[in-house]
């Protein structure tokens, strides 16, 4: 409950500093997921109900934000797009709903996802859904490679995680007249996701 309440307060106190109606809430959520579509959220030697898809959609309708851009990076991800999706909401999934995730470790800082679209895609990208996609094809050649390692092994269609995406036209719409607006940065720090107006040709 503690955690949960956590979430809810830290989503709250967000949408009192922002414009709800103006300004774009970007959510990026990354846990071990359930096939019942929760997210893990124990943490060592604490034990804490897990985070529902409908609970997550709730509060974030409660918040009052209109436009949000939410990322959900754990097995079975898809799962989440149906509670959470809307007209104003651009939901990404690191999963299909019926499907694991790849590349969670220790080890790692990222899972394969999270690694394909921030550190991969998105710098030099235009878009959400343009990283998204080259994200996409990123992991299925990861995990194509992981299945090919195994003694005998071949890549199976049926493994691969799929990544999925809700992006409706009204956000698609929104993002791009955001991006349209951003400065440009000091030479050397550009990016085509931090284009100018003038740039915008």
């Known amino acids: 409950m503690l955690q949960s309440t956590s979430i809810r307060?830290?989503?709250?106190?967000?949408?009192?500093?922002?414009?709800?109606?103006?300004d774009i809430l970007f959510l990026f959520l990354t846990s071990h997921g359930s096939k019942k579509h929760e997210l893990t959220l124990n943490q060592n030697g604490i034990e804490l109900r897990d985070l529902e898809a409908k609970e997550l959609g709730k509060l974030l309708k409660e918040s009052g934000i209109?436009?949000?851009?939410?990322?959900?990076?754990?097995?079975?991800?898809?799962?989440?797009?149906d509670p959470l999706k809307d007209e104003h909401t651009m939901v990404i999934a690191a999963a299909r709903h019926d499907r694991t995730s790849f590349g969670c470790s220790?080890?790692?800082?990222?899972?394969?996802?999270?690694?394909?679209?921030?550190?991969?895609?998105?710098?030099?990208?235009?878009?959400?859904?343009?990283a998204f996609r080259t994200a996409r094809t990123l992991v299925a050649q990861w995990e194509a490679k992981d299945f090919n390692k195994v003694e005998g092994g071949k890549d199976d269609?049926?493994?691969?995680?799929?990544?999925q995406i809700h992006?409706?036209?009204?956000?698609?719409?929104?993002?791009?007249?955001?991006?349209?607006?951003?400065?440009t940065p000091r030479p050397g720090m550009a990016g085509p996701m931090s284009k100018s107006v003038s740039d915008e040709k």
């Open 66 to 81: 209109r436009w949000k851009v939410v990322l959900v990076s754990a097995c079975y991800a898809g799962g989440f797009i």
């Open 167 to 183: 992006h409706p036209g009204l956000i698609e719409q929104y993002l791009d007249r955001w991006r349209a607006q951003l400065v």
């Open 157 to 163: 269609e049926q493994m691969h995680s799929e990544p």
């Open 9 to 22: 307060e830290s989503v709250n106190t967000i949408a009192r500093r922002m414009d709800r109606e103006k």
């Open 106 to 130: 220790d080890e790692n800082d990222f899972t394969y996802f999270g690694k394909a679209f921030f550190q991969e895609s998105l710098p030099g990208a235009r878009s959400f859904g343009e």
